[in-house]
């Protein structure tokens, strides 16, 4: 834990490129039948019933520090420095997390948690951490995904168990993200549009083009994983430090494939509760 | 409900009279006689623990305090061993209180745990509160009761599906995070950059956490860990230490082999509740 002069070109070489000596030593533990995991009991129980066991609690996280980007006051744009930063840091959150799911001969991750954690570290220092439980099949049968990698996916015990239930896999966590600048708008169209019902183009195209972006990067890395569709997918808008007019567009869902036609989810019966 | 309670209407009602006669009758093993049963089970949680043969016993608390050496948050490398040190000992002194108590009441174990920790600069606190249960019939506390902090309803669930509960799971990391040089956080100002340095302390204190907690689970026989929670992030009153918390219950198959539960789904026909929001209205 040196505090190395960093080089912008020569700062990637310098990340861990492997998973820390403590983190192999835990799992080397948990390979010997011991399993950890943040299911609530109901989805411990659910994903046994579809055929899997949890093996163990995976992370990934990275503390990041986020560049400068000026914006111009009076126009729209995306801002791609900030857009790569948050992509670099959940990749890299994500990407750990992943390799220890690996490491433990994982099929899959499931219920994967994607935070991002501000601290008092300092203006623009963001923790992106992912958490999730890896599991693997009873039968040996291997669910790895089109890249020969674990799945992830932020499925819950539940949601999961009714997807394997209807012939579909989880192929893996996918998302977009744009951070965008939206225009201010200027004294004249202020006054001009005071007193009128008149909808705002400049804002109505800006945040359209935004929630495009995200939502198509989040498309291209469905097909890179070769996946028929993309569920439960959240559309969430969130400005962190940067002010109102800085906005961040991320889109998250989990890209499945169908492998089977067979449907085993019996036909739910219909209640009324006949409580309050 | 005492039998000598004051009836009617009469005020002023005698407040320290009816706390100690509470004291009292808490004082014996409960269950026995007169003696009131405490549970902060709800009627369906109460419910449920009968369907499998079990009954609540009595409230049981453990708490215990640790006192943390001076200064040792501020400055230095690598772990914070003091603290770790002191976040077990609490935890295991409250472990130790509340199966005492539980041993005393007849329990042969604790379900519904509510887990209070709080990390100060002088001490580490722990405090755990939750509803000791046993098999119905049987009166002799276990030596070593089980601690969970799953609810009645999942421990239904769970000696259900033919587990069992263990007892508490917990590991505990503090570990300083390294700051940066003034030059390098100049440097870095406009970049998009890892701080290392954070990042390997969060790792770090991440590692000794859940490395203690898996040897806890061993040691209490678990072959797993269920509903692990997780608690992490820099230290309020000094930013350059990284705290790190996780517990979760030790689990393991009480008979031979899992069973499945085979659920079956419902689809709800009440209408969603629609509640007036006045704020909407803003």
Known sequence: ?276 | MTPDRPTGGSLPIDSPGEMRRAVEALAGPPGQGTKPMTSDLSIDEELLLHSIGWEPVELVTGASIFSVPMGVWNWGQGEITSASTAFAGAFAGAIARIHRETTRAGGHGVVGVHVETSVQRHHIDVTLLGTAVRPVGSHKGATTPFVSDLGARDFTVLHVSGWEPTGLAVGAGFVYAPRRSMGTAMQQKSQNVELTNFTEAMYSARESAMERMQASALALRGSGVVDVTVNEGPIEFARHAIGFTAWGTAVRLAGDQHRTIEPSTVVPLDDAQVAFDASTLG
């Not at chain 1, 503390?63 to 420095?81: A, D, V």
């Not at chain 1, 220890?100 to 899959?108: M, V």
């Not at chain 1, 599991?135 to 790895?144: I, L, N």
């Open chain 1, 1 to 276: 834990m040196t505090d190395a002069p960093q080089d912008p070109s020569a700062a990637p070489e310098e990340l861990p490129k492997d998973l820390p000596e403590a983190t192999s030593r835990r799992l080397a533990e948990l390979e010997h039948g011991l399993f950890t995991s943040d299911l609530s009991v109901n989805e411990f129980l659910l994903i046994k019933e579809v055929g899997f066991h949890p093996l163990g609690l995976v992370m990934g996280s990275s503390i990041y520090h986020t560049g400068i980007q000026t914006r111009k006051w009076g126009q729209s744009q995306e801002l791609t420095k900030l857009t790569e930063a948050m992509y670099n840091a959940r990749e890299l959150a994500m990407t750990r997390m992943e390799e220890e799911a690996d490491q433990l001969g994982a099929d899959g991750v499931v219920g994967v948690r994607l935070d991002v954690n501000y601290y008092e570290w300092g203006k623009d220092a963001a923790e992106f951490i992912a958490v999730g439980t890896a599991v693997k099949a009873e039968s040996g049968v291997s669910h790895r995904n089109a890249l020969g990698k674990p799945f992830t996916s932020d499925l819950s015990g539940q949601d999961f168990w009714t997807l394997m239930q209807t012939g579909y896999i989880p192929q893996g966590l996918v998302m977009g993200t744009c951070v965008y600048h939206i225009a201010h708008r200027g004294l004249g169209q202020t006054l001009g549009s005071a007193g009128q019902n008149v909808e705002l183009p400049n804002f109505t195209q800006a945040l359209y083009e935004a929630r495009e972006m995200a939502m198509t990067r989040m498309q291209d890395e469905a097909d890179r994983l070769e996946a028929s569709g993309i569920v439960g997918v959240r559309l969430e808008e969130k400005s962190h430090q940067w002010g109102s007019h800085t906005i961040e567009f991320l889109s998250l869902g989990t890209a499945v494939t169908k492998t089977s036609d067979e449907v085993t989810l019996p036909v739910p019966t219909t209640i009324i509760s006949l409580d309050n």
